[in-house]
C-alpha cells in the first residue's frame, strides 16, 4: 500500500544544476499538486494537476515546470536551480473533483543546492 | 484569497494536560477547514477534517476541532497530551470550487514535556 511515493528522497545539487523531481501515487486520483515547505512558512502550492493532461500555477512557480505524465505521476523539474530553492519539497494527490477530499502526502525531497 | 492564521510556533505542554492549538481562518465563501500532523522527515497525515454538517469534528489520536463561523476559528485540542503528539501540526483551507487547493498555516511545533 505506497501511497504517494517520491524519489529521491535527498539531493544536493550545484547552483546552475537542472533535475526533476519524481512522484508517484496507486490510489487511482485525479488530482495532484507540488508543494515546497521552508521554515516559517508552512506548505506552499508550486504546481498542481486538477486531472490528466492539465497543470496550472499555484502560489510561488517561477523557477519550476511540471509534467502530468500520466494519471500516476506528476514530476517537477528545476532548469537551472538557485539557492533559493533550496527546500523540502512534497508532492500531494486527491481523489478530486469534490473540495471535501483530503490531500495524501508523500514523504518529501529533501534538495540542497549550494 | 482564503488565508489560515496560526498563533504559536512553538507550543509546550506537560504530559497529560490539555493541548489547545489555534487557527484562524479568512474566506469570502464557507470555507473545508483541515488539520494535518507532520512528525519529523514524513510528510503530512490527516488528522481531521470539517467540510459541512457538524461543527466538533473528531479524527484521530484523540484530537477534535471545532468550527465556529462567528469567530472564524478551528482551534485543535486533545484533553490529555501524550509524549507521541510531539509534532508539527497545520492548519489549512480549501474552497469550494478552487480545484482542492490548499491553502496551510505557518504551523505549530508541539513539545510534549514530562
Known amino acids: 500500500n505506497a501511497g504517494v511515493t517520491q524519489t529521491p528522497k535527498f539531493q544536493v545539487l550545484k547552483t546552475g544544476q537542472s533535475m526533476t523531481l519524481q512522484c508517484a501515487q496507486d490510489m487511482n486520483h485525479n488530482s495532484m499538486y507540488w508543494y515546497r515547505q521552508d521554515p516559517g512558512m508552512g506548505l506552499r502550492l508550486i504546481y498542481y494537476s486538477a486531472s490528466e493532461g492539465t497543470t496550472d500555477k499555484g502560489e510561488v512557480p517561477n523557477g519550476y515546470n511540471v509534467s502530468r505524465l500520466n494519471k500516476r505521476e506528476f514530476s517537477l523539474r528545476l532548469e537551472s536551480a538557485a539557492p533559493s530553492q533550496t527546500s523540502v519539497y512534497f508532492c500531494?494527490?486527491?481523489?478530486?473533483?469534490?473540495?471535501?477530499?483530503?490531500?495524501?502526502f508523500g514523504d518529501g525531497t529533501r534538495l540542497s543546492i549550494l | 484569497a482564503q488565508s489560515v492564521t496560526q498563533l504559536g510556533s512553538h507550543v509546550s505542554v506537560s504530559e497529560g494536560a490539555l493541548v489547545l492549538l489555534r487557527c484562524n481562518y479568512s474566506s469570502s465563501v464557507p470555507p473545508y477547514l483541515f488539520w494535518y500532523v507532520q512528525y519529523p522527515n514524513q510528510g503530512l497525515q490527516l488528522l481531521l477534517k470539517?467540510?459541512?454538517?457538524?461543527?466538533l469534528v473528531k479524527g484521530i489520536n484523540g484530537f477534535e476541532a471545532e468550527f465556529k463561523k462567528s469567530e472564524t476559528s478551528f482551534h485543535l485540542t486533545k484533553p490529555s497530551a501524550h509524549m507521541s503528539d510531539a509534532a508539527e501540526y497545520f492548519c489549512a483551507v480549501s474552497i469550494p470550487g478552487g480545484g482542492n487547493k490548499l491553502t496551510f498555516g505557518t504551523g505549530t511545533q508541539l513539545k510534549v514535556e514530562l
Open positions: 470539517y467540510t459541512t454538517g457538524a461543527t
Open positions: 500531494a494527490s486527491t481523489l478530486g473533483g469534490q473540495n471535501n477530499q483530503p490531500q495524501h
